[in-house]
T-cell receptor, first 116, second 113 residues
Framework: EPEVTQTPSHQVTQMGQEVILRCVPISNHLYFYWYRQILGQKVEFLVSFYNNEISEKSEIFDDQFSVERPDGSNFTLKIRSTKLEDSAMYFC??????????????FGPGTRLTVL | AQSVTQLDSHVSVSEGTPVLLRCNYSSSYSPSLFWYVQHPNKGLQLLLKYTSAATLVKGINGFEAEFKKSETSFHLTKPSAHMSDAAEYFCVNGGGNTGKLIFGQGTTLQVKP
């Protein structure tokens, strides 16, 4: 069964450094998402992406964050200058787009980001 | 506005006994509701979803949930708990025009032998 994959599984970085989290959505899916879960807290929506554009972003998704679909398979989340509070598990998700945004979202296993 | 409240942060049951995980929602439009499960060190797996068809929704691994509009609830149940059901469960409100999912706080299910 096709799966969303994410790399790396764990990323450790120094405060102020740039990080890129990578996701490979399920092939032929059209809608893409990033969420994060700070330890002990809720899963929070960051951004949705369709047709090479951001559809919606949360207030968390400030100018330090960006997303990109650089080719036909990858979907990346870049944090330009990491802060301690960016430490979290980051989940990528995708949907086929058959029912627009109401499709089931399929989640990857997550990347744990630790900012020191 | 959409929101989700999971009424219990932690539920403990004995193996073979019923499971009830409670969820209330609010939505300014017809909701799409989901239950996801997260096992330790794993990603989020869809258990079931409600999208305005049948109000009783059957999911994987024997779980089901009933949509009750009058009570704004979407509780998750299973007749008989198994040890492998121990995990974190999230009630999720979704849909809308951008697909943004709103997660509940999560309920940790402990299953005792």
């Amino acid at each position: 069964e096709p799966e969303v994959t994410q790399t790396p599984s764990h990323q450790v970085t120094q405060m102020g450094q740039e990080v890129i989290l990578r996701c490979v959505p399920i092939s032929n899916h059209l809608y893409f998402y990033w969420y994060r879960q700070i330890l002990g807290q809720k899963v929070e929506f960051l951004v949705s992406f369709y047709n090479n554009e951001i559809s919606e972003k949360s207030e968390i998704f400030d100018d330090q964050f960006s997303v990109e679909r650089p080719d036909g398979s990858n979907f990346t989340l870049k944090i330009r200058s990491t802060k301690l509070e960016d430490s979290a598990m980051y989940f990528c998700a995708s949907t086929p787009g058959l029912a627009g945004f109401t499709d089931t979202q399929y989640f990857g296993p997550g990347t744990r980001l630790t900012v020191l | 506005a959409q929101s989700v409240t999971q009424l219990d942060s932690h539920v403990s049951v004995s193996e073979g006994t019923p499971v009830l995980l409670r969820c209330n929602y609010s939505s300014s439009y017809s909701p799409s509701l989901f239950w996801y499960v997260q096992h330790p060190n794993k990603g989020l797996q869809l258990l079931l979803k409600y999208t305005s068809a049948a109000t009783l929704v059957k999911g994987i691994n024997g779980f089901e949930a009933e949509f009750k509009k009058s009570e704004t609830s979407f509780h998750l149940t299973k007749p008989s708990a198994h040890m492998s059901d121990a995990a974190e469960y999230f009630c999720v409100n979704g849909g809308g025009n951008t697909g943004k999912l709103i997660f509940g706080q999560g309920t940790t299910l402990q299953v005792k032998p």
